[in-house]
């Protein structure tokens, strides 16, 4: 009974509370490009970088926060500083569908030069970060770092493995809760919500009815840009701040659109989390939890690894092309590309 | 005649570089222009003449690279003898499983078919897994500092060019049954995918590789500088040029490459000219401008996208092992999206995409540009912030990153053509 616990303990501790952390990231963030698909139809390249320029917004201002002494007592200063990266990047990206993507709406372009046009959005804002904050890894999580050690759980529960809980981790799974919420909610019950899923499923249909286009794309963008400013920042908190890291989470988060159904927001949430936990399943060393749950007193020689941690992308693709060749709408019936 | 200027103009800045920075610096950047022109032009073939939307040119310009370190590394008979028939074992069980699979799949029907893929699937996994780790670890412990990999063949780097053509037209063979059916956004992820996972293996799996180690032993072909420099001939030519032998070896190697990768070029642009003017180039604008017209007249088109889908990716394979020979040395974490990708697309885009003469320019023009914006983003920065007070930090800070500022740049100058003048410099025609 003992080994039970502490195999899942030891699960718990390096596979489901991480996972459930990074997929909360990647959840949010492929929501606001589900989002982008299904009202402009376009996969936006941009994303990634667009949660850098939020994060790296809300970095700015939790220094500015701390150089006057403002703090969150036990919580992170960066939670305080997360309206002004929002409404930062809402205008950034109020100003690129402005300069950049109206344009193309305008003169009903191919999907293939949004796309491209994102890609130039992408260099932009990837130059903008890396000069204004630099290349180079900020850590900005402050406040208390745990909220249950590995040690006091032990204590506590008389086992051998323990389960920490950082702060960030908590967070990240609290916040994402509340902000899916909350889109729901929107998308379900008010007008504005009712008028995009309307848009987004049939266009012309939408405009007969006497839905304004503009607001709706207006809306979507300040939606997706409030998205990527908190996945940014709570994955920044998580983990650390590197204008690249933020650039490869693009590949992730594009899967768990796709995973799930592109144009569907359930299931860029689900597909966030089918992404992180076979990230994390298959690149996890099972030696000590076979060793608990197996024949008593036998470990295995090897690590009895799947893939070594560096094939962490590579996962993500896989499945993604699984899913491809299985079910091309996705696990809920998104749309076909 | 128009064309003629441009090129003429590109010479020009060419030539400014070597006058007013140094000769060696622009020769390097010349060199690099050329091996971008090649690429350029791989990917026009894929999007200009298919409009398939590759964004995973990093990718197979790796395998190119690859292909410079096993044509040319010294090959290493210690590490042979310790692993290499594991590693041949592996690859004989690797097949054995596929040929498994296949088997189930054409023999078993129902459920009873997928389960038993499914347990084929894993428990052959484990199975090839079983062989190949004792293999690798044997093969990495053999004088890890120096090689710790099985080396390459020896032979000439120049080969290379071939094989990597070669290498990276079997990765595409591979990709484009996965992904091309797919629609135009779903291929590009696809494609971004897999070069990041070509990346991933090739830093990772030490034995072929040495991974993140980097292969830095490659041989090039042309004389080195210091051999230059022993050779009577060569010290006679530059006497009677009245020039410093150092410094005239130095630009004699890389006039060296210059010519070479001129030579591959001028060949490959040949041959795509032919390519387009020919009842295949008519048939493939054909599918790209109306796909289901010539789908209907009776054309392959899923067999014609997969061909150009080779043929693009394996130019762009040449000059990934041109661009290692260049180097000698081969270093999988220098491989970024942002310079091996995306890049390229601002050099086609700009260009003109559908032109194979606007995509070589694109090339020269977009990695001068590159360049030299890496040079001059300090200066101008400099200029900006002349205002401000020099102790200040923000001041220090932006100087610091401003070579960061050709990013930027580059996103703009495709923004801007992408709006006012889609078509790109050289429109097609």
Known sequence: MTDLLNALALLSNFVIVPGLAYGSQLALGALGVTLIYSILRFSNFAHGDTMAFGAMLTILATWWFQSMGISAGPLPTALLALPIGIVGTVLFALATDRMVYRYYRKIKAANIVLMMASVGVMFVMNGIVRVVIGPGEQRFADGERFIIRAREFKEMTGLAEGISLRTTQAITVVVAVIVVALLFWFLQKSRTGKAMRAYADNEDLALLSGINPDKVVLVAWIIAATLATIAGTLYGLDKSFKPFTYFQLLLPIFAAAIVGGIGNPLGAVAGGFVIAFSEMGITYAYKRFIGYIGPDGWVPDGLVQLLSTDYKFAVSFMILVLVLLWRPTGIFRGKVL | ?429
């Open chain 2, 1 to 429: 005649m128009r064309n003629i200027i441009l090129f003429g103009l590109m010479g020009l800045a060419l030539v400014a570089a070597g006058e007013f920075q140094s000769w060696p610096f622009a020769l390097t950047i010349l060199n690099l222009c050329l091996i971008s022109a090649v690429m350029a032009l791989g990917v026009n073939i894929q999007w200009g003449y298919a409009g398939i939307f590759n964004v995973g040119i990093m990718g197979f310009a790796a395998l190119g690279g690859v292909a410079a370190v096993l044509v040319n590394a010294a090959p290493v008979p210690e590490a042979w003898a310790a692993g290499g028939a594991g590693i041949g074992a592996s690859l004989l069980a690797a097949l054995a499983v596929i040929g498994l699979i296949v088997l189930i799949r054409k023999k078993l029907s129902g459920q009873l078919r997928r389960y038993a893929t499914i347990a084929a699937v894993i428990g052959g996994y484990f199975a090839v897994r079983e062989v190949y780790d004792p293999a690798v670890a044997a093969i990495e412990a053999i004088d890890p500092a120096k090689t710790g990999y099985l080396g390459g063949l020896g032979l000439p780097i120049i080969f290379s060019w071939a094989v990597g053509g070669a290498f990276a037209a079997g990765g595409a063979w591979v990709v484009g049954k996965v992904a091309l059916g797919l629609r135009s956004d779903y291929l590009a992820i696809a494609t971004l995918g897999i070069s990041e996972i070509i990346i991933a293996v090739l830093k990772n799996e030490d034995w072929l590789t040495r991974g993140v180690k980097n292969v830095s032993t490659l041989k090039p072909d042309v004389p080195t500088a210091i051999e230059l420099q022993g050779a009577d001939w060569f010290l006679g030519v530059a006497t009677w040029l009245d020039a410093d032998p150092v410094a005239a070896s130095g630009i004699a190697v890389k006039l060296f490459y210059a010519v070479l990768f001129a030579l591959v070029l001028a060949g490959l642009m040949w041959f795509a000219e032919r390519a387009l003017k020919s009842p295949w180039g008519r048939m493939m604008r054909a599918i790209r401008d109306n796909r289901d017209a010539a789908e209907a007249m009776g054309k392959n088109v899923t067999r014609r996208h997969l061909q150009t889908f080779v043929i693009g990716s394996a130019v762009v394979g040449i000059a990934g092992a041109m661009l290692t020979t260049m180097d000698a040395q081969f270093t999988p974490g220098s491989y970024n999206p942002l310079r091996f990708t995306f890049l390229i697309w601002v050099m086609v885009i700009v260009g003109g995409s559908g032109n194979n003469w606007g995509s070589v320019l694109g090339g020269f023009l977009i990695w001068f540009v590159w360049i030299e914006a890496e040079r001059f983003g300090p200066i101008v920065m400099e200029l900006v912030t002349s205002g401000m007070d020099p102790e200040s930090p923000l001041r220090t800070n932006l100087l610091d990153s401003a070579a960061h500022l050709r990013l930027f740049l580059m996103g703009a100058i495709l923004l801007l053509v992408l709006r006012f003048s889609p078509r790109g410099l050289i429109p097609e025609k």
